[in-house]
């Protein structure tokens, strides 16, 4: 008996001592899109974004289920490169995760013109291409 209880202790030992010598603590969940905004179009794109995205995830961070979010303009290294990158912060994978009908049940709730939903988001597509989009958890260094 006093053998299983020193293995129990070792194990539960060797666990503590091995989830402290991760390099990193997670973080919360970023969402980046990459986006092309047409030459000459970013002040109408984020004007855009403002009327629109924005009181949405205004919304969203009310609720609780966005930390934050950033818009960060870029120079172009070619003149077909993305310029723009959008970060929506998400305190976890939970919130992330979220079904799509609570998400659509705020933007309804904002937009309560579902036409005028519609064309901001035709205003958007036409000066910007979405190139994509990448959802990863910060790494948070312990030093």
């Known amino acids: 008996m006093r053998n299983i209880f020193l293995t129990i202790i070792i194990v539960m030992i060797s666990f503590t001592?091995?989830?402290e010598d991760k390099p990193y603590t997670l973080g919360t969940v970023w969402e980046v899109s990459y986006i092309q905004v047409n030459d000459g179009k970013l002040e109408d794109y984020l004007k855009n974004l403002n009327s629109g995205y924005y009181p949405i995830y205004e919304e969203f961070k009310k609720k609780g289920w966005i930390t934050s979010?950033?818009?960060?303009?870029?120079n172009r290294n070619n003149?077909?490169?993305w310029n723009l990158?959008?970060?929506t912060?998400?305190?976890n994978w939970a919130?992330?995760?979220r079904k799509e009908e609570e998400w659509e049940a705020v933007v309804d709730q904002v937009f309560k013109n579902k036409e005028a939903q519609e064309d901001s988001d035709e205003d958007r597509a036409n000066i910007r291409v979405l190139w994509g989009s990448k959802v990863g958890r910060e790494?948070?260094?312990?030093?």
Request: proline residues 12%; aromatic residues 16%; negative net charge.
């Open 79 to 81: 003149p077909g490169d």
């Open 69 to 74: 979010y950033k818009a960060i303009s870029f």
């Open 95 to 97: 919130t992330f995760d």
């Open 17 to 19: 001592v091995q989830a």
């Open 139 to 143: 790494m948070i260094p312990t030093i």
């Open 89 to 91: 912060e998400y305190p």
């Open 85 to 87: 990158m959008l970060l």
